[in-house]
């Protein structure tokens, strides 16, 4: 990806900094990235799809080189990240781009759905973070302590051990420059301090479950068969529940676009450049 040509830009959000990188021309195609994660995430795909799409992708507040703010002037959660989401697509006169979301970037593609129809046009939502069942270490639970633990003693190792454990399928070769350059951009106080505020908020996902019904945006949905996050059989419920979605299962993990980024880019482009019904 580092020679595809970009353009990167900083955005005003509700009054929180975004840092977005754009490739390409075409209809828009807005990408939004999962919990400790950034932009880059989604290096694996977006040439391809910079082919046929303006690609966009944002670091959501408090990831990546957006702007941090204190959880006390910035409400961390999936509303407050879909109504900065919003902002965006009005300040780069987007129009009705299409979204995909993973992980928790789903959650937030749902919550931009549901509240604003009139801005996405097709939605693709990548094992999105909607029932409160996703794995995370008690530690990080620990009153006190638990936050002490995530915004001090989570080191490298353990980011590691992170995306092995519950990101990529078993025995997935880690791409540990990808993951090391997002361990980066996590560790400054600030930035662990925002992750912290957004797993809190992040972990109730009764709100996200009541949208579903709301969603009117045609909808592909790609769940990984060996997702240790979001277990697969959840996704014929959830696809249901969003209004008869399209369901597609894929041999990964919860990142299908880290895995086997063809095969994804040829499902969701298959989807969003098929004629409608």
């Excluded at 694996?44 to 941090?68: I, Q």
């Excluded at 995909?100 to 759905?113: C, K, N, R, T, Y």
């Amino acid at each position: 990806m580092d020679s595809l040509l970009s353009d990167t830009r900083d955005v005003s959000a509700r009054d929180v900094r975004l840092r977005v990188v754009e490739y390409g021309s075409g209809p828009p195609l807005l990408l939004l990235h999962g919990f400790l994660m950034t932009h880059a995430a989604w290096g694996a795909v977006v040439p391809a799809l910079a082919t046929r799409f303006r690609v966009v992708t944002p670091d959501l507040p408090g990831f990546g080189d957006s702007e941090k703010p204190s959880p006390t002037r910035f409400a961390y959660g999936v509303e407050r990240f879909a109504a900065c989401i919003a902002d965006l697509i009005a300040a780069l006169s987007l129009g009705r781009p299409h979204v995909v979301g993973h992980g928790m970037g789903g959650a937030i593609a749902i919550a931009l759905a549901a509240a604003h129809p009139e801005f996405v046009d097709r939605l693709v939502l990548v094992d999105p973070h909607v029932y409160s069942i996703g794995r995370r270490s008690r530690a990080f639970d620990m009153p006190v302590l638990g936050g002490f633990f995530f915004k001090q003693l989570y080191g490298r190792a353990l980011f590691r051990a992170y995306f092995r454990d519950f990101i990529l399928s078993p025995g997935f070769p880690l791409p540990l420059e990808a993951i090391d350059r997002m361990y980066a951009a996590f560790n400054a106080p600030a930035a662990r301090e925002s992750a912290y505020a957004t797993m809190l908020a992040t972990a109730d996902t009764r709100s996200t479950e009541a949208r579903l019904y709301r969603v009117r945006a045609p909808s592909l949905v790609i769940w990984g068969r060996s997702d240790r996050l979001h277990p697969s059989p959840l996704a014929p419920r959830f696809a249901r529940e969003i209004g008869a979605a399209r369901l597609e299962v894929m041999e990964a993990g919860h990142a299908p676009h880290l895995e086997r980024p063809s095969e994804f880019v040829h499902r969701v482009t298959s989807f969003l450049t098929t004629e409608r019904g």
